[in-house]
């Protein structure tokens, strides 16, 4: 069988006499001798396999060579639509408020003062659930809570949680929850009530405990917001057995100043229940960052032995999913959590709380599936890991370019963080397998 180097990687030197190849198609990585790169480089796919089979099969096994028959734009293009026509999962998204007990500068939503999901709205989320399931069986629900704080609204979530677990487990279906907070006002009983299931939570820190508190305040003004997300954070991982929390610094020209006393509090987390997630504030231009300091950053949480999520898109947005929805306390149905207005102008439909089902806006939902992929992610290296953006922003902005096809190089550092990322996944496993 004839074979070709895949035109979906990245190849790189990361050190005298080694290259580091990342495959777009698999997301793997493999590191090279000069010697077999020399080779592989020129395409002489023969004598590779002829004079190192090893290195043919690992590199056939991550796709980094295919058959010289195949298609490979049409093959990723096809990786990323299963991915939008997934029916196995259903992601059901809640936002059980749009109000909030800390104020961020940074927020992009408007806070809706003292809303809450009523009895209804909760009936019509657990039919719709049900009805989903009837149309279109799924074996695995991920329910989400967003916001808003949604702990501000426990009650809602422990009702969701309960009618979602004893429907999942007449069916036999996985059930996963998510939830998006600032994990001030989490109580121990609604941890207790969590504490059986599977769960993960996105936790935001803005810095240090003076700058976090700076940018998360309340009225009053001796609230510890910081002292009270980290010992939350603790406590989770010792409440809820199967939990994972990432935490998210959001970054801007200050806040990575202090990261050392960060480093310092988060330190004592379960490396494998945790990892971290570097995003700069959006409205904070990248002419602004300090990227050296950044990368210095990561490669400190490197040492810690913490896993790093910084710039990664790793396949498409949930909100191109078809078989997902975000459900709003007023019932109103979006597609996508990052827009600033959730109202009935901006909706994508309506969940009818008598039976469950969301009635979509036709016109909304075809203009939003009818985005298609752009050319220039179809020829990018990394389009099949990436996936491009998301078809929400490709509505929004028409112009939309993309800033790793402006700066090749930062395409480059983007595999390497990869690379390290998941070596340090499997010190971490290893490292807890022999203890």
């Known amino acids: 069988m004839k074979y070709k180097k895949s035109r979906y990687q990245i190849c790189q030197p990361i050190h005298s006499g080694v290259i580091l190849c990342t495959s777009g198609l698999s997301n793997r990585h493999i590191l090279l001798s000069s010697e077999i790169y020399t080779i592989y480089e020129r ?7 002829k004079s190192f089979p090893k290195i043919f099969q690992r590199l056939k096994e991550g796709q980094f060579i295919v058959e010289k028959d195949v298609d490979e734009k049409k093959k990723a293009l096809l990786k990323i639509e299963s991915n939008w026509e997934d029916k196995k999962m259903y992601q059901l998204i809640v936002n059980p408020t749009l109000d909030c007990n800390l104020s961020c500068w940074y927020c992009y939503e408007n806070r809706v003062a003292k809303s809450s999901v ?11 659930i049900k ?8 074996t695995f629900l991920k329910l989400s809570f967003f916001g808003g704080e949604p702990f501000l609204k426990p009650l809602a979530i422990k009702t969701l949680v309960n009618e979602a677990s004893l429907f999942c487990d007449s069916k036999s279906i996985k059930l996963l929850l998510d939830f998006t907070t600032n994990a001030t006002v989490i109580t121990k009983s609604l941890l207790e009530e969590l504490r059986d299931h599977q769960c993960i939570f996105q936790i935001t820190l803005d810095g240090n405990r003076e700058q976090h508190n700076k940018i998360k305040f309340t009225e009053n003004k001796s609230f510890d917001a910081y002292g009270a997300t980290l010992k939350n954070i603790k406590r989770i991982q010792s409440a809820i057995n199967n939990s994972f929390i990432a935490i998210r610094i959001n970054f801007d ?18 490396r494998l229940k945790t990892k971290v997630i570097l995003k700069k504030i959006w ?23 913490f896993v790093v999520d910084y710039n990664s898109q790793m396949g498409p947005c949930f909100a191109d999913k078809k078989n997902e929805a975000v459900i709003n306390f007023d019932g109103n149905v979006f597609k996508c959590t990052t827009i600033s207005t959730f109202n009935e102008q ?14 979509w806006k036709e016109k909304q939902i075809e203009s939003l599936n009818s985005q298609q992929v752009k050319k220039e992610c179809l020829d990018c290296a990394y389009f099949p890991t990436c996936g491009g953006p998301c078809k929400m922003k490709c509505l929004a902005e028409k112009n939309w370019t993309c800033s790793w096809l402006k700066d090749p190089d930062g395409l480059k550092q983007q595999a ?20």
Request: glycine share 6%; hydrophobic share 35%.
């Open 118 to 128: 009523d009895e209804e709205t909760v009936r019509g989320i657990v039919k719709n």
């Open 131 to 138: 009805s989903h399931f009837e149309v279109q069986p799924f």
């Open 283 to 305: 409205q904070v231009e990248d002419d602004k960052i300090d990227k050296q300091l950044v990368y210095d950053i990561i490669s400190r949480l490197f040492k810690h032995n």
């Open 346 to 359: 901006t909706a994508f439909g309506h969940l009818d709380n008598s039976t469950g089902k969301i009635i």
């Open 43 to 49: 395409g002489d796919i023969e004598k590779l396999e």
């Open 416 to 435: 390497r963080t990869q690379f390290e990322i998941e070596y340090i996944k499997s010190k971490i496993i290893k490292s807890y397998t022999n203890a």
């Open 253 to 270: 020209e200050e806040t990575l100043k202090g990261f050392d006393s960060i480093l310092n509090d988060i330190d004592g987390l379960d």
